[in-house]
């Protein structure tokens, strides 16, 4: 009988060197310590510890379900264990990310971002993790579109008989708290018309039409200003996806970030800017706080256990393929470059600049409140 197996990917950011760059070395061990503890104690069965950016992001394989408190309770005593070393060190916002004092029971509502998936194991299990930071959910949107409802990207679509039938996307609206189940190919207009709103709609979801496959990819669609109810720090979301043996090839999961599209999030979560493939040491956002970075990380899942690379120097540890790292995604960046520093040039204007329902910095409301008086009638 096939092992049934959790994945759970959560992140947050708790602190960064010198701005919204990247977290100390011993923020990552302090992190790391807490849960390889958790892999003794036999809670959960397997770790990887990664970075994108300031965002740390802990991998654990478990049969303990979506949402368990204990798998939960392992990430948010990480973070903190993280976000004390940060604050011993008077590093930048340091536990920004962990919007209460104390666990309460699950992750999710008290600000690190969450992407769980629960499956039969298949004889092989190959998995890629998506993690961005200086972005929102929805900037998930266009790749998994691409990927799962573009037969252009994946030609498995069309001549994989157990994709030929399409997948159910699941979105949400991240504003009214409420989700959508549509199918495609036939309901792929229905789906365009909400996905291309990235201000409100968000894929939570994608599961396959192959009862045998199951859930095929799942993002963290948490908002953590509506969350705390003011601008903390972007969302910076993960998301997994499942591939190959009637799921996407890893490289139609990678092709579409082949493009570096405009997400929203950038500079002080308040610009435009393009996707920057990079390698996790590459994913410090140094221009301008950006470009958006993704990094695309690949591992198996075997028995249950996380299976990398393991390298001489760290021997017992396995490590994911780092994707990006090919030189093949080099005129991609430059691509992503010129862009950054074409839509930089409009300075605070728009388009460079969200508009202003959708600015998480803004001094706009007092500035019209100050001036309410000089107004006059327009001729």
Not at 204 to 218: H, L, P
Not at 237 to 252: D, F, I, K, N
Not at 311 to 323: A, M, Q, T, V, W
Request: with cysteine; proline share 7%; hydrophobic share 40%.
């Amino acid at each position: 009988m096939a092992k049934k197996v959790t994945l759970s990917l959560i992140k947050a950011d708790v602190g960064s060197v010198a701005g919204h760059t990247a977290p100390h070395p011993r923020m990552l061990s302090a992190a790391k310590s807490v849960v390889l503890d958790s892999v003794k104690k036999g809670i959960i069965e397997d770790f990887m510890l990664a970075r994108c950016g300031d965002d740390i992001s802990i991998l654990m394989s478990h049969d303990k379900g979506e949402n368990n408190e204990k798998v939960h309770k392992i990430a948010w005593d990480a973070f903190m264990a993280a976000a004390e070393e940060a604050k011993k060190m008077h590093l930048y916002g340091a536990g920004q990310d962990l919007l209460a004092e104390a666990f309460s029971g699950n992750i999710r509502g008290l600000g690190p971002g969450a992407a769980e998936m629960t499956f039969e194991e298949r004889k092989s299990e190959p998995v890629v993790a998506l993690l961005a930071d200086k972005t929102e959910p929805s900037a998930f949107n266009l790749p998994l579109a691409r990927i799962f409802a573009d037969p252009f990207t994946t030609t498995g679509l069309v001549i994989d008989k157990r994709m030929h039938d399409g997948f159910f996307f699941e979105v949400v609206d991240v504003k009214e708290h409420k989700k959508i189940k549509i199918s495609t190919p036939e309901g792929l207009y229905d789906l365009l018309a909400f996905i291309g709103d990235i201000t409100r709609y968000a894929i939570k979801r994608v599961i396959s039409k192959d009862n045998s496959i199951g859930i095929a990819a799942v993002v963290s669609t948490e908002k953590l200003s509506l969350i705390a109810g003011k601008y903390v720090g972007k969302d910076d979301p993960v998301a997994l996806v499942r591939t190959q043996s009637g799921l996407p090839a890893v490289g139609e999961v990678l092709q579409p970030f082949g493009f570096p599209a405009l997400v929203s999030g950038w500079m002080r979560g308040s610009h435009w800017g393009p996707w920057y493939p990079a390698t996790q040491d590459d994913s410090n956002p140094t221009f301008f706080d950006g470009p958006p970075r993704i990094v695309a990380l690949g591992f198996h899942i075997t028995d249950g256990k996380i299976q990398g690379i393991e390298e001489e120097s760290r021997p017992g540890e396995h490590l994911p393929i780092d994707y990006f790292k090919d030189s093949a995604w080099d005129y991609v960046r430059r691509q992503a470059m010129e862009h950054a520093i074409y839509i930089r040039r409009h300075g605070p204007f728009m388009p460079s600049i969200l508009p202003p329902e959708e600015l998480e910095y803004t001094t706009l409301p007092e500035i019209r409140k100050k001036l309410e008086k000089a107004w006059e009638p327009a001729d």
